[in-house]
């Protein structure tokens, strides 16, 4: 996946981004963002729970359902 490629910071930057995206496809976009962000919390690598937990810091005035990532 795209996400797979990019570096913790680059990926955090983006999830902000598609979280706080809005028309057309942002729908499609928050939910990307949301599914990679679930992944990565529960995945491996460090450094991407680190960028997942700070995109969701940086989105806390965003709505959208926080209890899928809430395990």
Do not use: C, M
């Not at 999830?15 to 962000?37: H, P």
């Amino acid at each position: 996946s795209a996400g797979a490629r990019q570096n913790p910071a680059e990926l955090e930057k983006r999830w902000v981004n598609d979280l706080r995206s809005i028309g057309s496809g942002a729908s499609r976009q928050r939910t990307q963002a949301l599914d990679e962000i679930r992944d990565a919390l529960k995945g491996p690598d460090p450094q991407r729970r680190v960028a997942a937990l700070r995109a969701l810091s940086q989105t806390g005035d965003v709505k959208f359902d926080r209890a899928g990532l809430r395990d």
